[in-house]
């Protein structure tokens, strides 16, 4: 009881620094506090949704309700057609880990090149998860995990979730490695459903241009700050 005290109580701090500005960084709310940066993610994951603040690689800043709406309804179109034993693909993004938080915990696999989206799920001990981000080593994660990704699982691909800064009429994308943009095709070919996080943070590090369905061919698109 003293411990979710303590969080609340932090939470509700949290909130306050960013009424007073728009934009700090999570190191920095983490060494006033005296707690892990993730500690620090996983509170501003908790309070985005509902108090208008968007995520991003190194701290949060206020955005426009509307977007806040969006993204609740985006996530929770993904959600209805959540199944047992379906396959998904969730590529790194603030909303992915929002929707990894409200995963049912049922016989489903994740994919996924997040780490916090792999520490938000491995308390769910039915959820199978396949990461294959950058930092794959088990001191990183500071969990056993069981396997590492290859192509022949994108064969039972059932959703898949991408993040790109730009998509053209005719399906070009950018990404920021080749790496991740032939994972990202392999799993919008073989998803039954695909969704779009349209967002202009990762810009500065495109390096990237690949091929893949028109935008018209997503399910859904959320288009992010």
């Keep these: 009881m003293i411990k979710k005290y303590i969080k609340l109580n932090r939470r509700k701090k949290i909130l306050a620094m960013y009424e007073k500005s728009e934009d700090i960084r999570t190191k920095d ?7 892990s940066t993730h500690t620090i993610r996983r509170d501003l994951n908790a309070i985005s949704i509902e108090n208008n603040l968007k995520i991003y690689h190194g701290g949060a800043k206020k955005v426009k309700k509307n977007k806040i709406e969006d993204g609740i309804k985006f996530v929770d179109d993904i959600i209805s057609i ?5 396959n998904i693909y969730m590529e790194t993004s603030s909303v992915s880990e929002y929707l990894a938080d409200l995963l049912p915990n049922i016989n489903i696999k994740v994919l996924t090149n997040d780490i916090n989206i792999y520490k938000v799920i491995k308390h769910k001990d039915r959820i199978r998860m396949f990461f294959f ?5 088990r001191d ?5 995990f069981s396997e ?3 192509k022949d699982i994108f064969e039972s ?3 898949a979730i991408i993040e790109s800064e730009y998509i053209d009429s005719d399906g070009f994308m950018l990404s920021e490695n080749l790496s991740r943009a032939t994972l990202n095709r392999l799993a919008i070919d073989k998803a039954e459903y695909s969704y779009l996080i349209k967002s202009k943070k990762k810009c500065n590090s495109t390096n990237c241009i690949y091929k893949t369905c028109s935008i ?3 399910d859904n698109v959320f288009d992010g700050e």
């Design 29 to 35: 709310i983490a060494i006033y506090f005296n707690v």
């Design 82 to 86: 959540i199944f047992e034993g379906c």
């Design 133 to 137: 981000g950058n930092h794959s080593s």
């Design 140 to 144: 990183d994660l500071g969990i056993n």
């Design 148 to 150: 590492f990704i290859n």
């Design 157 to 159: 691909i059932d959703i």
């Design 216 to 218: 018209k061919s997503f």
